[in-house]
């Protein structure tokens, strides 16, 4: 990737800067990645990626050597706000659906809005290879990535199990009422609202309904049972920066790339930074540990 880059700078004839972040990547990113799992959370590496390392980090380097903004590759929009008139920086989907990172970037602020450019937000995928060939850049033909990028060839419970090989001890796989209806191989190999791979034959699928790391097993139900009605959330971004007073209507998305699903949500105290978000019947599968990006439309 560093080779590509350099090579790619190199045809457009722009100055190529390698920066070291191995300390803040492995802290920020690599480290939170291993805790929550072993606390029976899924998280998402590539958020905290965002939020501590490119647009921390790199921010505060793109403004030390006099940069006007930092530009970046994510399939989003940035639409500018207007201090004059009190408008705020929106964020907004791409507009290739199918490639949208506004997941991933909820938790900019306005400062950062105001500095930053994705100039692929507004583009298909198609057309930003068709502009790659056009400029004859070396990686206009390059494969897509879809993995985590610090894990390599092997599966992130491999990955997790080398840090903390307490993440692999056996244990009971169990019903809502506390029957046991099989074992797993470890908590790591689990995921909330996963349903394959459990080893349990039934008639109705399973679906991990949480995972209980201080007894070791794996609860497991129907889906209705899986399905989330009410959900507290904490550490809330909200882009504009001012906190509801009142409640309000939202979609809420639960997982990278997941369904928009209605919901009310019920603002907490000003300062707790906490918001209850309350589904119509039966809500999305919700894994502790991954984000819950609230939109209007195509607005985060």
């Not at 244990?171 to 394959?196: C, F, I, N, P, S």
Request: charge should be neutral; hydrophobic fraction near 40%; proline fraction near 6%.
């Amino acid at each position: 990737a560093m080779d590509d880059a350099r090579a790619t700078c190199a045809r457009i004839g722009i100055p190529f800067y390698a920066i070291n972040m191995e300390g803040e990547f492995r802290e920020a990113v690599v480290q939170r990645f291993v805790d929550e799992y072993a606390a029976g959370r899924t998280p998402n590496p590539c958020l905290e990626c965002n939020r501590h390392v490119k647009f921390r980090h790199l921010v505060e380097r793109a403004k030390m050597i006099g940069a006007d903004s930092l530009a970046t590759g994510h399939y989003a929009r940035v639409v500018a706000g207007d201090a004059a008139r009190n408008e705020p920086h929106r964020l907004f989907r791409a507009v290739d659906l199918r490639k949208d990172q506004s997941y991933v970037l909820y938790t900019l602020t306005q400062e950062q809005l105001g500095f930053i450019q994705f100039p692929l937000g507004g583009l298909h995928k198609t057309e930003t290879r068709a502009l790659a060939r056009a400029f004859d850049l070396p990686v206009a033909e390059k494969a897509e990535s879809q993995e985590i990028c610090f894990v390599g060839n092997q599966s992130y419970a491999q990955f997790v199990a080398k840090r903390r090989p307490d993440v692999t001890v056996p244990g009971e796989v169990v019903d809502t009422a506390g029957v046991a209806l099989g074992e797993h191989k470890g908590l790591v190999h689990h995921t909330v609202g996963q349903r394959r791979g459990l080893g349990i034959a039934r008639k109705d699928p399973l679906y991990v309904i949480r995972l209980e790391p201080a007894t070791n097993r794996v609860v497991v139900g129907s889906r209705a049972e899986a399905a989330a009605r009410r959900i507290e959330v904490d550490a809330v971004s909200l882009i504009s920066g001012q906190w509801p007073d009142t409640p309000f209507e939202a979609e809420a998305m639960v997982r990278y790339r997941g369904a928009q699903t209605p919901a009310t949500i019920i603002p907490g105290d000003p300062g707790s930074r906490t918001l209850t978000v309350q589904f119509t019947g039966d809500g999305p599968v919700a894994s502790p540990g991954q984000a819950l990006v609230l939109y209007r439309g195509d607005e985060v």
